[in-house]
């Protein structure tokens, strides 16, 4: 669409510069029907050129319509295994949990699980190339561009992220660990605050999971409209029934809160009240 939109322009201008020749020079001269060809060749190439990018538009919002689809079906899919397992530990005593994990979870299983989860979102978010949309008149579409960089920043940062988040869910293997309580308590600290903060990354994946699940609703709701024009009736559909369906089949019960802010916000917390403890020099003074 850049290639269709610039040479818009140039056409354009090479058909204003004609018309501009046409009325300024002798209308018997060579002059004037070298400028009758630069209108009539550039009117042609203008409709050529419009009609290509038109196309190109087209196909690329039918693109982003099924691949859309493709990423509310994996992100759905993670976030059905993340209620499982969180109803799963909710169902366990610590002792069980700890059990179950040293004979069942595996860090190579787990590792190789997540970097599988790793690879599928790079495959979901390599084919939303956003920077190839361009409006034809820039400052009419800002809206749309905003909501697409919304969106590449959704799957392109916080979906192809999302697998470091799951490899922490699998840290109760770490309590069942053969090395010393004290090597263990160098890493882990004290065993049952380490525990509950494990509980609690499984219960803050399945959040940031139902967070950004949310998120693609909302940006597909923004865009459903904009484009409605451009898309078949096939599309338009999925677009327009896609945020309704995530809400209804996933997040009518779940916990809506943006986990990372939320993070960020405690260790931010937790930065300003170390800095503001004195140090020994200062209370020696």
């Avoid at 020749?21 to 002798?26: D, G, K, T």
């Avoid at 959040?207 to 693609?216: E, K, P, R």
């Avoid at 409605?228 to 096939?234: A, G, H, Q, V």
Wanted: overall charge negative; hydrophobic content about 40%.
């Amino acid at each position: 669409m850049k290639l269709f939109a610039r040479l818009f322009y140039i056409l354009f201008g090479v058909f204003v510069i004609g018309i501009v020749a046409v009325c300024l020079v002798n209308p018997t001269s060579v002059w004037s029907r070298i400028a009758a060809g630069l209108v009539t060749g550039s009117f042609v190439g203008l409709v050529n050129t419009l009609t290509n990018y038109f196309h190109a538009r087209q196909e690329f919002f039918e693109k982003m319509a099924l691949s859309l689809l493709n990423v509310e079906f994996a992100l759905g899919e993670d976030y059905i295994h993340a209620k499982s397992r969180n109803a799963f530990i909710s169902e366990m005593s610590k002792k069980q949990m700890i059990k179950y994990a040293a004979e069942n979870e595996h860090l190579e299983d787990t590792v190789a699980k997540s970097e599988k989860m790793h690879k599928r979102y790079q495959e979901l978010a390599s084919k939303f190339d956003f920077e190839e949309y361009v409006p034809l008149i820039p400052w009419t579409r800002k809206k749309t561009v905003k909501v697409l960089e919304a969106m590449d920043d959704l799957i392109s940062y916080e979906l192809v992220h999302l697998y470091g988040d799951y490899r922490l869910c699998f840290d109760f293997t770490l309590l069942s660990s053969p090395a010393s309580k004290e090597e263990q308590q160098m890493v882990i600290g004290d065993p049952d605050e380490f525990f509950e903060s494990v509980v609690q990354e499984n219960k803050d994946y399945q959040d940031l999971i139902a967070f950004n699940l949310n998120s693609l609703a909302d940006l597909t709701e923004s865009l459903s409209p904009k484009v409605s024009r451009i898309l078949s009736k096939t599309d338009r559909d999925i677009l327009s029934h896609l945020p309704s369906a995530i809400r209804d089949i996933h997040l009518k019960d779940a916990v809506i809160r943006d986990v990372r802010t939320e993070r960020a916000a405690e260790v931010e917390k937790e930065w300003e009240t170390e800095g503001n403890e004195p140090d020994d020099e200062t209370e020696l003074i």
